[in-house]
């Protein structure tokens, strides 16, 4: 790793940090040093995981052709962090299982883990597509309370 103390601090959401982070992945990216660029990524990844921070991690792993070891990784730490983190990590998995078209794994993680309802929907439009009963148990209790909202205007 190129600068311990900034992993150890694991990027704690200090503004100033963050801009120092991107400086040192921007030189590292610049000055063609991909692997340290890549460690920096999942760094990043491991102490902010988005959608946006995965999306970076991949771009960074494509880039020397290591993202399906790296994937794997980003998934397990998904999984560990979901149960300290509880419904944002739960549904950045599923939302990025969602683009990757894992459709199943998506199911998967939005049955076992709450997520929120816009990530709920959208992977039950999916698998309403394969599984139209499961589907209609998720909707059947927002469409309850959206008649039991009305009923009361």
Known sequence: MICPH???RRLTGETGMIGW???LVGLCAASGRSRDVLALREVHFGSCATTETYR??????ESIDDWPTVRKRAHARLRELIPARGVY?????????LDESEFVAAWKIVDEHPC?????????EE?????????????RPMVTGCIAMMNKV
């Open 56 to 61: 970076q991690l991949r771009e960074a792993a």
């Open 89 to 97: 990590t739960a549904d950045v998995l599923a939302s990025i299982l």
């Open 21 to 23: 982070w991107a400086m």
């Open 127 to 139: 698998r309403a597509k394969t599984h139209p009963a499961e589907a209609i148990e998720v909707y």
């Open 6 to 8: 900034w992993e150890s």
């Open 116 to 124: 929120y309802e816009a990530t709920v929907l959208a992977v039950t």
